[in-house]
T-cell receptor, first 113, second 112 residues
Framework: EAEVAQSPRYKITEKSQAVAFWCDPISGHATLYWYRQILGQGPELLVQFQDESVVDDSQLPKDRFSAERLKGVDSTLKIQPAELGDSAMYLC????WGVGTQYFGPGTRLTVL | EDQVTQSPEALRLQEGESSSLNCSYTVSGLRGLFWYRQDPGKGPEFLFTLYSAGEEKEKERLKATLTKKESFLHITAPKPEDSATYLCAVQGSGGSQGNLIFGKGTKLSVKP
């Protein structure tokens, strides 16, 4: 069964350091999403890609967060510099097209000290 | 503004004790309502998609239903392995297409 892959699964970093997360969507899925989930809350969208283009990054804190999907396949989300409030689960999801069922990866648990 | 409210926040059941989880929503043009299961420290696992009022879907002990204002996830004769957080999300036609708006979830505990 095809799955969304993410790495690393866990990341501990100090405040002001840079961190990067990687996501490989289900093969053939054109749309890729990055969500952030704070403990006890539902996931919230950070950025949505359609192939290699950004469709929605309205909730992405662009002063410190960046995301890319250069070849329209895998994607990287970067935070520089990390702040204490960035501690959360970062989830990647993919879907065939812009609407429809999204399938999530296992997530990256980020702890900022 | 699209919004999803789930209730209760937490639910404790005895094994075999059936119950329902509620998801109330407001959305401009519903494209789909989604139910996910999330185990601690893991990503959400897809359960169901519902597209229109009156639609129902079943999977093992779970049954999801949809009206114009809410969805229910019915759990029949639950087992301890059903313990998890159940997330409801909507996808609307306004704003960014594809964006899922999630509720905070219902944490279900099933005791043997």
């Amino acid at each position: 069964e095809a799955e969304v892959a993410q790495s690393p699964r866990y990341k501990i970093t100090e405040k002001s350091q840079a961190v990067a997360f990687w996501c490989d969507p289900i093969s053939g899925h054109a749309t890729l999403y990055w969500y952030r989930q704070i403990l006890g809350q539902g996931p919230e969208l950070l950025v949505q890609f359609q192939d290699e283009s950004v469709v929605d990054d309205s909730q992405l804190p662009k002063d410190r967060f960046s995301a890319e999907r250069l070849k329209g396949v895998d994607s990287t989300l970067k935070i520089q510099p990390a702040e204490l409030g960035d501690s959360a689960m970062y989830l990647c999801a993919s879907s065939h097209w812009g609407v429809g069922t999204q399938y999530f990866g296992p997530g990256t648990r980020l702890t900022v000290l | 503004e699209d919004q999803v409210t789930q209730s209760p926040e937490a639910l404790r059941l005895q094994e075999g004790e059936s119950s329902s989880l509620n998801c109330s929503y407001t959305v401009s043009g519903l494209r789909g309502l989604f139910w996910y299961r999330q185990d601690p420290g893991k990503g959400p696992e897809f359960l169901f998609t519902l597209y229109s009022a009156g639609e129902e879907k079943e999977k093992e002990r779970l049954k999801a239903t949809l009206t114009k204002k809410e969805s229910f996830l019915h759990i029949t004769a639950p087992k301890p392995e059903d313990s998890a957080t159940y997330l409801c999300a909507v996808q609307g036609s306004g704003g960014s297409q594809g964006n899922l708006i999630f509720g905070k979830g219902t944490k279900l505990s099933v005791k043997p």
